[in-house]
């Protein structure tokens, strides 16, 4: 049995590559520690020190990578008020800087997100709302938010954290520290087969291509999609901007196709599910009777009992060099006078046309082969059966998710109107957003890269245009994809229309928008299971005490730390923090149970149980040990409170009886 103490830190990526370091070159440790010449020896050629070398840098881009590495003490709290169907989704919308929040997301999420869309401020020299610094970036966020207790209110309330006009000297500087880390921890969260799409203007597309090449590789990048919005800037002095870009790169250097992902209509057949594939003619130059002879037969159809018979009702020789169907072919009077219908392949111009299959194999698979009459003739048509669960049934028909292989285009052009016109409709013709994204753009990307049940995720999510995207493809095509959204609760402007009809901060409207849009989806929708819930969670400290020390007072917090529990935190936040920490999905379910006067949560139907009761003795084991066995978990852990146990007697005996009844982890905070 494992044996593990939590300590409060999200995932220790520094660590963790560090590891990896010494487990591909084992030769570079010396008393455990890196020896950096040896590692350039081993490297050989492939280090560069020349002093003139390609780079791309900036000031503050070492300290940018830095953070990124640096693990975050603090934590997602749950907030069922603000959250919908929390019981049951599987969506989750996070508010907070994103940089924290995608911190606290590499244990749970961890190469698990298939897709990730962005859409970032623009670096038009207006104030960010992000930090320009990074020290001390969780205290930072949570005194601008409020949510600290001695927070100096702000100029309207605000949360503006720094100024990136072009006379700051730094226009370009900020935001590339801004975007470098995130991007960096954003990778890590991809799929090995997953991919990116990043939003992005004139005025940093070029410096984002360069971070993007370094973090992702350049290798990765799959092309520069150019978003035409239908609309042209009437200011423009030289050149009207009526574009923007959408930079795309994957994760890894393995294979992947882009394709794009349609719905086609499905037919049932007995038990079967089939959709039209192509049509039995052939097609080009060489799709005659006179090239190809022995593809010359005749099908005889016959529209009551949908019979089908192939005969070879024709001369070879003249077929060869004759384009006279009544010299080259003999009717059969006997099957004309029976009412089968004489089907013969298209003329192809001046020459006769010939079939795709040969005779035998017609007949060895005519059964899979539909007869449809168009308007002028019968059209002999493949048909294509697909497995019962990949077919979903919307109005009264049936489905299938086709796939076709193709490379995405280098433009779409979707007018910028629609994104706002969305908005408004959805909020009585209120205009909250400039420039929202349309659903339709967000929808092609989602098409082009996720499957069914993936997962995606967008840590800018502003106005809440992906959610609603995936909403929407879901009831199209009756998928299961699961959406993350994080957006930081930035104050709206008190003379904009937004902050006059009560959203003071832009996640509140984000929030707002997947209710109504979700609850207007699925009153015109069939999907029965379409989940347009999320469960809201909120960036804050820790909730112990312990995990959540203050260094200016160390003899106050280890009074404080005996006591556990941060004050005005519960139970279930704390619960949450564990799953966190630990790297357990956010959404799974979590079931209360009753042992021995002890509350004890079971996360994911006992793969995860936490007590985080006080005074546990030994008798606990066996009901745990019971507990576990009737839920039947693959795999097993349990979590207490370091100082929760009776004694330490206790603690050792609660151990061992686990340990030998296949208890897999031992988890104490």
Request: aromatic share 10%; net charge negative.
């Amino acid at each position: 049995m494992m044996t593990t103490n939590l300590d409060g830190k999200s995932k220790n990526i520094l660590e963790d590559n560090i590891n990896k370091l010494k487990e591909l070159f084992p030769e570079i440790l010396t008393e455990d520690k890196i020896d950096f010449d040896k590692l350039k020896s081993v490297l050989t050629n492939e280090v560069d020190e020349s002093p003139e070398r390609y780079n791309f840098t900036w000031a503050g881009k070492s300290k940018s990578i830095a953070e990124a590495q640096k693990p975050s003490t603090g934590t997602l709290r749950p907030c069922k008020e603000e959250s919908k169907d929390w019981d049951t989704t599987k969506n989750l919308y996070i508010e907070g800087d994103n940089l924290e929040v995608l911190k606290l997301l590499q244990k749970s999420y961890y190469d698990k997100i298939k897709m990730i869309y962005i859409d970032p401020p623009y670096n038009t020299g207006k104030d960010f709302i992000y930090p320009d610094s990074y020290k001390d970036n969780l205290e930072n966020y949570l005194k601008m938010t409020g949510q600290v207790s001695n927070l100096e209110k702000r100029e309207n309330n605000g949360f503006k954290l720094s100024t990136n006009t072009e006379t700051s000297g730094r226009f370009h500087t900020t935001w590339l520290n801004m975007m470098y880390p995130r991007l960096k921890l954003a990778r890590n969260l991809l799929t090995d087969d997953g991919i990116i799409f990043i939003s992005i203007d004139d005025n940093e597309q070029s410096n984002l291509k360069k971070i993007c090449d370094e973090i992702f590789g350049e290798s990765n990048f799959l092309g520069e999609i150019i978003c035409l919005k239908g609309n042209a800037q009437n200011d423009a002095q030289n050149i009207q901007q009526n574009h923007d870009y959408a930079l795309c790169y994957k994760k890894t250097n393995g294979e992947l196709f882009l394709n794009i992902r349609t719905k086609k209509e499905v037919f049932k057949e007995s038990n079967d599910y089939y959709y039209e594939g192509s049509p039995l003619v052939t097609g080009g130059v060489g799709g005659t009777l006179n090239a190809r002879p022995n593809l010359g037969y005749t099908i005889y159809y016959n529209p009551k009992t949908k019979e089908k018979i192939a005969i070879p009702d024709y001369n070879l020789e003249l077929a060869k060099i004759s384009n006279d169907e009544a010299e080259v072919y003999e009717d059969k009077k006997e099957l004309l006078e029976k009412n089968y219908i004489k089907i013969r392949a298209p003329k192809k111009g001046p020459q006769l046309g010939c079939w795709t299959w040969a005779l035998d194999k017609f007949n060895k698979e005519k059964d899979s082969i539909l007869i449809k009459k168009t308007k002028n003739a019968y059209t002999p048509i493949k048909k294509v059966f697909v497995n019962e669960k990949d077919v979903y049934e919307m109005k009264g028909h049936f489905y299938y998710n086709f796939i076709r292989k193709s490379p995405l285009k280098s433009f779409v052009e979707i007018s910028s109107a629609l994104g706002t016109k969305e908005t408004s409709d959805l909020f009585d013709k209120h205009k909250f957003f400039d420039f929202p994204k349309a659903t339709k753009l967000i929808e092609y990307f989602f098409k082009c890269s996720i499957s069914m049940d993936d997962t995606i995720l967008d840590f800018f999510s502003g106005s809440g245009t992906t959610a609603h995207s995936l909403l929407k493809l879901n009831s199209k095509d009756n998928g299961n994809r699961k959406f993350i959204m994080v957006q930081i609760p930035e104050s709206t402007d008190e003379k904009s229309e937004a902050y006059k009809s009560g959203y003071k901060t832009i996640d509140e409207i984000g929030k707002e928008r997947i209710r109504r849009a979700g609850e207007k989806i699925k009153s015109e929708s069939n999907n029965k299971n379409l989940d347009i819930g999320f469960k809201v969670f909120k960036l804050d400290s820790s909730n112990l005490n312990k995990w959540n020390p203050d260094y200016n007072d160390l003899e106050q917090t280890l009074i404080d730390s005996t006591n556990n529990l941060v004050e005005g935190r519960t139970e279930l936040d704390l619960v949450y923090e564990i799953m966190l920490k630990y790297g357990v999905d956010l959404t799974l379910a979590i079931d209360e149970f009753n042992i021995n006067d002890k509350n004890v949560y079971s996360i994911g139907y006992g793969s995860l149980l936490i007590c985080l009761d006080d005074n546990i003795t030994k008798e606990i084991a066996i009901p745990l040990i019971e507990l576990k066995n009737k839920l039947s978990p693959e795999t097993s852990r349990i979590v207490f409170k370091d100082n929760g146990f009776a004694s330490d007697s206790d603690k050792t005996n609660i151990k061992e009886s686990l340990k030998t009844n296949n208890i897999d982890e031992f988890i104490t905070i």
